[in-house]
């Protein structure tokens, strides 16, 4: 009976605790969370980040005679520039005061007379 043996071996193996984990295997189950979440920094956060300081710089820099659009879709021309507002002028004798955050894009720096 050859096979009595192997089966003792293999019971005796089954019997022993397993080894403890190492810190580098734990390391390793983690490395795809950390990589993931380093592609997700590149790839979406960093450019939304920069996309919107520049929206910041541009709003700050708004001046009487820049031509704007609004996140309405609005075209006018700026009439004056408060500390918290715009006053744009979309019409002949229509200004709206808006919130400088209501500012999408500026087209162009002077007027498009």
């Known amino acids: 009976m050859v096979v009595l043996p ?6 005796a193996q089954a019997s022993q605790p397993p080894a403890p984990p190492s810190a580098a295997n734990g390391l390793m189950q983690m490395l795809p969370f950390i990589l993931l979440f380093a592609g997700m920094w590149f790839l979406l956060i ?4 920069k996309k919107q300081k520049a929206h910041e710089a541009m709003i ?9 659009m609004t996140s309405g879709g609005i075209y006018g021309e700026v009439t004056s520039v408060k500390e918290d507002r715009v006053t744009v ?5 229509t200004k709206v005061e808006l919130n ?5 894009t500026k087209v162009s720096g002077g007027s498009a007379s």
């Open 6 to 11: 192997d089966i003792l071996i293999f019971l």
């Open 46 to 49: 960093a450019p939304q980040r």
């Open 60 to 68: 700050k820099a708004l001046q009487r005679g820049d031509t704007v």
């Open 89 to 93: 002028k979309i019409a002949d004798n």
């Open 100 to 104: 400088r955050n209501f500012i999408s």
